[in-house]
């Protein structure tokens, strides 16, 4: 009894064993306070380090997502910014941004998004703006002639690689040698379907370089406006050679811009279904002057017979590449041709580009007479 009542005060007194003998409990091992403390200690210093690094890391994102992000303006001070031929709103966002025209390409492209006609008529050139403009404001002074210098180079439309190179290096003082060995590097940024094979892809316009501008990026700013004006007129990856080799030809062929939808669409109707001529052979003279490298209204029977590859009297289908450098209505017209059943089509009058277009071979050869007519009331011009 009496130690059942030893061992219920003192939990670790000592007991007699089933033999009478005493026996002492093990007492349990106990860890020092300081320990203990320790740890409450480091564990505190570990969650206020964390909370810590955490401010450290969240402070900065929240200031960016609580900072202004359009200067208040009006700016000051001068600075010049080019936007190039083919440039988009954020193409020129980030250079407003870089030039710190603008605080952040949002204070620009909202305002451009607000404003999309303004924004689309937005021109490549040099532009004098202010330091730490206001978005608005500097999308206004972008649409402002008086704020942009017209000097540059302007290519025309429907040249070829070859006429575009001197014309480049005379406006530049870039050495003409400089051009055709530029047009082999893949720096210029050529895309896969056209093969390393320039031409075409020079786009018709006029440029503003940077000063010191090498034959590599001036022919790579006039590479990427072609593929962003073949993107916009719906062009894809598979279909922008064909579309630009169709274009191209248009380009060549047609004078007035209402004639280029038909004439894509002749191009079209031909190469709908193999056969003898009309279809499957577009027998076009502007092909067979490209292969020739001769500028010309009318081709030689010879000419008409060499076998190059870009000669549509002798190969079915589109020619081997590109014949020009087309423009933007041109490559519009290759991706939405008009609506017609026209098979033929010819130039009645080469001076004005009066068209005519016909469905049977009968009609088309009355519209040729017509042309021959013309040619020869007016020598030395077919």
């Known amino acids: 009894m009496s130690s059942h009542l030893e061992e219920s005060i003192f939990g670790d007194a000592d007991h007699l064993d089933s033999r009478g003998h005493f026996q002492r409990r093990r007492r349990p091992h106990r860890r020092p306070r300081w320990k203990g403390l320790l740890a409450l ?12 690094g955490s401010v450290q890391f969240v402070k900065p994102l929240y200031d960016r997502l609580t900072a202004p992000k359009d200067y208040p303006g009006p700016g000051s001070g001068s600075v010049k910014v080019t936007v190039h031929a083919g440039d988009v709103g954020r193409d020129i966002a980030a250079t407003l941004v870089k030039a710190d025209v603008v605080k952040t390409t949002g204070a620009f492209t909202d305002a451009a998004n607000a404003d999309p006609k303004a924004a689309q008529s937005i021109q490549p050139g040099v532009y004098a703006l202010k330091l730490q403009m206001k978005g608005t404001d500097a999308l206004k002074a972008l649409t402002d002639p008086k704020n942009r210098t017209v000097s540059g180079v302007t290519i025309r439309e429907g040249l070829w690689a070859s006429e575009i190179y001197p014309i480049l290096s005379k406006a530049t003082g ?3 040698a400089d051009y055709a060995a530029a047009a082999r590097n893949p720096a210029i940024g050529l895309p896969a379907a056209a093969k390393g094979n320039i031409e075409g892809y020079l786009f018709p316009d006029t440029y503003q370089f940077p000063e010191k501008a090498t034959a590599v990026q001036q022919l790579r700013a006039m590479v990427k406006a072609a593929v962003a004006n073949l993107r916009r007129a719906g062009a894809t990856d598979a279909s922008m050679e064909s579309a630009l080799t169709l274009a191209s030809i248009i380009e060549a062929e047609a004078r007035k811009d209402v004639d280029r939808p038909k004439v894509a669409r002749v191009i079209l109707n031909r190469l709908s279904r193999s056969g003898p001529p009309p279809y499957g052979y577009l027998q076009l003279d502007s092909t067979v002057s490209y292969g020739a ?11 008409r017979g060499d076998a190059n590859p870009w000669n549509t009297y002798v190969h079915p289908g589109l020619p081997a590449g590109p014949i020009s450098n087309p423009g933007a209505k041109s490559m519009q017209a290759a991706t939405h041709p008009a609506v017609g059943p026209w098979l033929y089509f010819v130039a009645v009058n080469p001076e004005t580009g009066e068209t005519k277009y016909a469905v049977t071979k009968d009609e088309h050869d009355a519209y ?12 030395g011009k077919c």
Request: glycine content about 6%.
């Open 41 to 52: 200690l480091l564990a505190l210093v570990v969650v206020g380090g964390a909370a810590y």
């Open 293 to 303: 490298r001769k500028r010309a209204v009318t081709t030689t029977d010879r000419e």
């Open 174 to 176: 870039v050495p003409l």
């Open 368 to 379: 040729v007479r017509e042309f021959q007519a013309w040619c020869q009331s007016h020598k």
